[in-house]
């Protein structure tokens, strides 16, 4: 599911992956070009640091979740937890091993789109 949402990235906001990190060509950064903001975060995980079992490595996301009660709705779901490595109050983790359908997927990548857009200034 990887390729696949790198893909609709790229068709529905027009935005490449960067990859900041010297030496790692697994984590793919997806901004505005506006304000340079991330959106999404594509990384490979290992399973044991998501706080699941098992060792290996599995692709996820992390979306940015600005509402409180959605936040706290989505982290009961199936395949979505706290986000890794970054802000667990705004964050969130969504794993693309197809636990959670590409649609929700992408129905979340525009909510986190949203919520990092640039923000407009008052007349």
Same mark, same amino acid.
């Given at each position: 599911?990887?390729? &696949? +949402?790198?893909?609709? +990235?790229?068709?529905? !906001? ?8 010297? =030496? ?11 304000? &340079?903001?991330?959106?999404?975060? +594509? ?8 706080? /699941?079992? =098992?060792?290996?490595? #599995? ?9 409180? +009660? %959605? @936040?706290?709705? %989505?982290? @009961? ?6 986000? !890794? @490595? ?7 983790? #969504?794993? %693309?091993? =197809? $636990? #959670? =359908?590409?649609?929700?997927? $992408?129905?979340? %990548? ?5 919520? $990092? /857009?640039?923000?407009?200034? &008052?007349?």
């Amino acid at each position: 599911m990887r390729s &696949k +949402i790198t893909e609709y +990235i790229a068709d529905q !906001y027009g935005v490449d992956p960067e990859f900041p990190w010297d =030496g790692d060509d697994t984590s793919a950064v997806f901004r505005h070009r506006e304000n &340079k903001k991330w959106f999404a975060l +594509i990384m490979e995980v290992r399973r044991e640091l998501l706080g /699941l079992p =098992g060792k290996e490595r #599995v692709s996820c996301m992390n979306l940015k979740i600005d509402d409180v +009660i %959605l @936040h706290d709705m %989505l982290v @009961h779901e199936d395949g979505i937890l706290p986000a !890794y @490595h970054m802000n667990k109050q705004h964050w969130v983790t #969504v794993l %693309l091993d =197809g $636990t #959670v =359908g590409f649609d929700r997927v $992408t129905g979340l %990548l525009q909510v986190s789109f949203e919520a $990092t /857009l640039p923000k407009r200034r &008052k007349k």
